[in-house]
C-alpha cells in the first residue's frame, strides 16, 4: 500500500485498516513462531504499511492542530 493511497483514504478508513493491520501483526507472529506460516516476509511488509497508515494519522492531527 502507498502513502498517496493512503492519504486518499478518510480517518475512519484508516483507523479500520489499523486495526485489521495489528490483528494481522499479532497472527502472523504466532504462525511465524509455530512455524507454519509460508512466508515470513509478509510480516515485514505488514508492519511497514503499519507504520505508514500511523504516520499519515500523525500528519493529519499535526495539521489539525495547527489550524492548516
Known amino acids: 500500500m502507498k502513502a498517496r493511497e493512503l492519504r ?3 480517518d475512519e478508513e484508516l483507523e479500520s485498516r ?3 493491520l495489528t490483528e494481522e501483526v499479532f497472527n502472523l507472529r504466532f504462525q511465524i513462531a509455530a512455524g507454519i506460516a509460508e512466508n515470513p516476509q509478509i510480516l515485514r511488509n505488514v508492519r ?3 507504520a505508514r497508515i500511523k504516520t499519515v494519522r500523525r500528519h493529519r492531527e ?3 492542530a495547527q489550524g492548516v
Open 8 to 10: 486518499e483514504m478518510s
Open 18 to 20: 489499523e486495526r485489521d
Open 48 to 50: 511497514k504499511d503499519l
Open 62 to 64: 499535526l495539521t489539525a
